[in-house]
């Protein structure tokens, strides 16, 4: 674990915010938990960036997922 935060430590703020994105879009797009899948729209409509999350959600729920 140490690891992990240390690598955190040493990447550009901006790679690590692009990945938790990341992990949120992908959580909002495939798990299989609707708690999940609501968290992470929450989370993505609370960050309220980038605007390719928001995208994702409006997609979404035009698909009525």
Excluded: T, W
């Excluded at 703020?13 to 495939?30: Q, R, T």
């Excluded at 980038?50 to 994702?56: K, M, S, T």
Aim: aromatic letters at 4%; a negative charge; one cysteine or more.
């Amino acid at each position: 674990m140490h690891e992990l935060f240390q690598l955190c430590r040493e990447l550009p703020s901006n790679v690590v915010y692009a990945g938790a994105i990341d992990a949120l879009i992908e959580a909002l797009e495939e798990d299989q938990d609707l708690g999940v899948r609501e968290d992470a729209k929450s989370s993505l409509l609370r960050v309220g960036d980038p605007p390719r999350g928001l995208q994702v959600i409006e997609e979404l729920e035009m698909d009525g997922l």
